[in-house]
């Protein structure tokens, strides 16, 4: 059980830093424009690695259904990496977490 908290919160910490270094290149880019600047998800897995994303689409077309990858992942992929890679920071660390006994470390 403890190897599969430390998996989630393993991953928690890589989206978190994910999010953060999206959203300071954000900024960077927000000050060197003088306006404010979002990288789409979209926009970023296509400037990291534009065949994986083409991949991605014909696979999810071809083996889940021909109708997910407009109405489910597109609007995701349209959101601010930031926000998404926060919102699966946060998904992760609370599947991961364990509420604490009750009577503490002086348990039986």
Same mark, same amino acid.
């Given at each position: 059980?403890?190897?599969?908290?430390?998996?989630?919160?393993?991953?928690?910490?890589?989206?978190?830093?994910?999010?953060?270094?999206?959203?300071?290149?954000?900024?960077? $880019?927000?000050?060197? %424009?003088?306006? !404010?600047? =979002?990288?789409? &998800?979209?926009?970023?897995?296509?400037?990291?690695? *534009?065949?994986?994303?083409?991949?991605?689409?014909?696979?999810?077309?071809?083996?889940?259904?021909?109708?997910?990858?407009?109405?489910?992942?597109?609007?995701?992929?349209? $959101?601010?990496?930031? %926000?998404?890679? !926060?919102? =699966?920071?946060? &998904?992760?660390?609370?599947?991961?977490?364990?509420? *604490?006994?009750?009577?503490?470390?002086?348990?039986?």
């Amino acid at each position: 059980m403890r190897i599969i908290q430390f998996v989630f919160h393993l991953v928690s910490a890589l989206a978190l830093v994910a999010a953060i270094g999206t959203g300071v290149l954000d900024s960077i $880019q927000s000050v060197s %424009a003088s306006s !404010l600047i =979002l990288t789409s &998800l979209g926009n970023a897995w296509l400037n990291l690695d *534009p065949e994986s994303l083409t991949l991605a689409e014909i696979y999810a077309e071809t083996y889940i259904s021909a109708d997910i990858w407009r109405p489910l992942v597109a609007p995701v992929l349209a $959101q601010p990496a930031f %926000a998404i890679f !926060l919102a =699966l920071s946060l &998904l992760f660390w609370m599947a991961g977490y364990r509420k *604490p006994d009750f009577a503490g470390r002086f348990t039986a």
